[in-house]
């Protein structure tokens, strides 16, 4: 019988979904955060359920051979990267064979699972960054959140992001002290600056950034774009958005260019996005074009097909699309995503898209009523999957091919499944590290009619 709080052996077998450790401890699951597979270590029992429990490390008994030093010292205590102590190799493998697992476990799929695609070099790959700011020792810091709290960690620099944010916080760090403006505390709701977020253009080199404030002026505005635009390379936009709310959402519903566009630019192969500053854009541009070749490689498009690419976001795959196939209709719910979508066709001159605002799950069987059909399909839904409508019409088109785009093993599995009651086979999945030294995942699944 395990107790809460008593000492145990025990040998990392998995990692879950969240990055931790999994191991048993005669036969009860334990999950134990900062252990990967491999690790021999001695934990304390700090939470104890019906089905499982949870240990913190005291000591690392035997490390796993794929167990290394993490670059960045904040590793272990930053919420950002939950396995950076895992060699970067081992972490594609883990990816590819939890993707495999949950297809069998959950959706009893035995398919080809292809080796995770991989980033040669997977530091400074997000284009985007949202530091919330705080008061830590008296003095105001920028950082991200510490593992599962609202605690602010201190950060000059992260591994992962782009390294021009180093400046861009050094100069807000600045500006608070110079100007002794008031920081948000989220207990008393009091306090000026919330957030700062940052947009790079990895293409066009051109930068946005982005400060939240709970209140609608300001102070000393045009000193601190002055201080930006001398010592910030590219920069193209200064935005001021307020909120005022009681809320986590880092982001208010009013937005002002202060300084410059109000859009940057950057490109996927060789199409142009529009990015403001509350767009959607995949936040690993490197890894978005791997994504998307393999989803127009599994389309297999030859110029005649009718497509409909479903919960399409800006339209960045429709577009791809768009390049070899007769028409593509997208369907999205956020009516701003949409306007960037038709946006994006009219600055890249492509004509033969149609973009329609609502949930899928009402758009979908409307479009179908009225005897819209595709020949493929691609989907890319939120990570809770497709709604059961959603998957019933898709079967109903009959498609020749599905392709299915995931961030999720778990509802991957399930949608799969679903459709494969409907006849259609899951021919192959290819997953692709689009966040490398995160315990995340996506993969492209390629369906047929069967």
């Known amino acids: 019988m395990l107790e809460k709080n008593s000492i145990y052996t025990i040998e990392i077998e998995d990692l879950g979904d969240s990055g931790e ?111 919330p700011v705080g008061i830590v020792d008296g003095q105001a810091v920028l950082g991200f959140y510490k593992k599962g709290t609202h605690d602010i960690v201190r950060t000059d620099y992260c591994h992962i992001q782009a390294p021009v944010n180093i400046e861009i916080i050094k100069i807000i760090k600045e500006y608070i002290k110079k100007y002794d403006i008031s920081v948000y505390n989220e207990k008393t709701r009091k306090g000026l600056l919330r957030h700062v977020v940052t947009r790079v253009g990895f293409k066009t080199g051109e930068l946005m950034v982005v400060l939240i404030t709970n209140g609608k002026e300001l102070p000393y505005k045009n000193e601190l774009i002055e201080m930006l635009k001398t010592n910030i390379k590219g920069l193209k936009s200064i935005v001021h958005n307020i909120n005022d709310k009681n809320t986590n959402e880092i982001f208010g519903r009013e937005s002002r260019t202060i300084y410059g566009e109000d859009k940057i630019s950057d490109y996927i192969g060789d199409l142009k996005f529009k990015i403001s500053d509350q767009s959607f854009f995949q936040v690993n541009p490197i890894q978005t074009e791997k994504l998307y070749e393999k989803t127009l490689e599994y389309a297999s498009l030859t110029g005649e097909e009718n497509v409909f690419d479903i919960y399409c976001g800006t339209g960045s795959i429709s577009l791809f699309l768009a390049q070899q196939a007769k028409k593509v209709i997208g369907v999205e719910v956020v009516e701003t995503a949409i306007e960037n979508a038709k946006e994006n066709a009219k600055i890249n001159n492509i004509h033969n898209t149609e973009f329609y605002v609502g949930k899928a799950e009402e758009v979908i069987p409307k479009l179908y009523e009225k005897g819209l059909k595709a020949d493929v399909v691609v989907v890319d839904p939120p990570r809770k999957g497709c709604e059961e409508i959603v998957l019933e019409t898709i079967a109903k088109m009959e498609p020749k091919r599905i392709v299915y785009v995931s961030c999720n093993p778990a509802s991957l599995a399930r949608d799969l499944a679903y459709l494969e009651e409907r006849g259609y086979k899951t021919l192959e999945v290819q997953p692709v590290d689009m966040f490398g030294h995160t315990a995340h995942v996506e993969s492209i699944t390629l369906l047929v009619k069967d």
């Open 21 to 131: 450790g999994v191991g048993k401890i005669d036969g009860f699951t334990v999950f134990v955060h900062g252990a990967i597979p491999g690790d021999y270590v001695k934990i304390k029992l700090t939470t104890l359920k019906k089905n499982y429990g949870i240990g913190k490390i005291i000591e690392i008994l035997r490390p796993s051979q794929d167990r290394v030093e993490p670059r960045c010292p904040l590793a272990n205590i930053c919420g950002g990267c939950q396995i950076m102590h895992m060699d970067y190799r081992a972490q594609l493998d883990i990816k590819r064979k939890r993707v495999e697992e949950t297809l069998e476990r959950i959706g009893k799929i035995n398919t080809t699972v292809h080796p995770t695609i991989g980033m040669e070099n997977p530091y400074e790959y997000r284009n985007k960054a949202q530091f």
